[in-house]
């Protein structure tokens, strides 16, 4: 694999997910949603979300369709929710009511902030079934170009994709604080 081929292959993991996970249309619906939180603990949540973040997208690319596999569902089955889920997603955000609540809640602990970095703010408000039906696709694209160069036994390709996630991670998580 040619080191074209290999930014090629991190510049489609990157730019096929940024638009999904839109790192900056979500940080103010992060920072409504952790407003409450010390600015010390929204810290410490954009680098928990971001490592669960990639950590999702790691094992979708990698492990999605074995996963699939397993359980007898096709890859287009998956795109096509994938693509359902994040149209109804869309559809939710534009049709929501603003309850009018302007008050603030009194500020929270980083532990209280902890207990809901995973669910819901990474996963599915920062990396959803959109994301893991992309990376899952790209995963079972990626997994019919195995060819020479493997670093460490696993093929460049999915090295490039990796990182692709990774800078997109580390992306979302500057944009959110």
Same mark, same amino acid.
């Given at each position: 694999? +040619?080191?074209?081929?290999?930014?090629?292959?991190?510049?489609?993991?990157?730019?096929?997910?940024?638009?999904?996970?839109?790192?900056? !249309?979500?940080?103010?619906?992060? *920072? +409504?949603?952790?407003?409450?939180?010390?600015?010390?603990?929204?810290?410490?949540?954009?680098?928990?979300?971001?490592?669960?973040?990639?950590?999702?997208?790691?094992?979708?690319?990698?492990?999605?369709?074995?996963?699939? !596999?397993?359980?007898?569902? +096709? *890859?287009?089955?998956?795109?096509?929710?994938?693509?359902?889920?994040?149209?109804?997603? !869309?559809?939710?955000? *534009?049709?929501?009511?603003?309850?009018?609540?302007?008050?603030?809640?009194?500020?929270?602990?980083?532990?209280?902030?902890?207990?809901?970095?995973?669910?819901?703010?990474?996963?599915?408000?920062?990396?959803?079934?959109?994301?893991?039906?992309?990376?899952?696709?790209?995963?079972?694209?990626?997994?019919?170009?195995?060819?020479?160069?493997?670093?460490? !036994?696993?093929?460049?390709?999915?090295?490039?994709?990796?990182?692709?996630?990774?800078? *997109?991670?580390?992306?979302?998580?500057?944009?959110?604080?």
């Amino acid at each position: 694999m +040619s080191i074209l081929n290999f930014v090629k292959v991190l510049l489609i993991a990157f730019t096929t997910l940024f638009p999904v996970v839109n790192p900056i !249309g979500c940080a103010p619906i992060f *920072l +409504s949603l952790t407003q409450r939180y010390p600015q010390s603990a929204q810290q410490i949540l954009a680098r928990k979300i971001a490592g669960y973040s990639f950590g999702i997208l790691s094992v979708s690319l990698v492990f999605g369709t074995t996963i699939l !596999g397993f359980f007898g569902i +096709s *890859l287009v089955v998956i795109q096509i929710a994938g693509g359902l889920v994040l149209a109804a997603t !869309g559809w939710n955000l *534009l049709n929501q009511k603003d309850d009018g609540s302007g008050g603030r809640e009194e500020p929270a602990t980083v532990e209280d902030a902890l207990e809901h970095a995973f669910f819901p703010l990474t996963l599915p408000i920062t990396v959803g079934p959109g994301c893991i039906a992309i990376a899952v696709t790209l995963g079972a694209h990626l997994r019919h170009e195995v060819g020479p160069g493997l670093i460490h !036994g696993i093929p460049r390709h999915f090295i490039a994709a990796l990182l692709g996630m990774f800078l *997109l991670c580390v992306f979302s998580r500057r944009g959110q604080h």
